[in-house]
């Protein structure tokens, strides 16, 4: 795997500068020796990280959610595995 020569702050200003200056995409890319496609690919991460930042709930909501889900998938758990046991019993019933 090749590890890119930018770190996360090169790449971060080289996205900024896009957004502030009216340098072409191609300028830009030749200014820092980077692949238009590669560009594209690091300006859709880091658009598609910042939606993600402003739509996230609190860390508080998060764990209340992700609790209540875990507490009802434990109750289904639970039922489903009294349902086997039940068919379980009546197959070992028929059989004899």
Known sequence: MVRSKFT????ARIILESLNTNISTAELCRKYN???PTFYQ???KFVDGGKTSLNRASKGDVYKSLKKENESLKRLIGELTVAN???KKT???SKR
């Not at 996360?8 to 790449?11: I, R, V």
């Open 34 to 36: 980077v692949s238009p």
């Open 91 to 93: 197959l070992e019933g």
């Open 85 to 87: 046991d039940i068919l």
């Open 8 to 11: 996360l702050q090169d790449k």
């Open 42 to 44: 690091w300006k859709e």
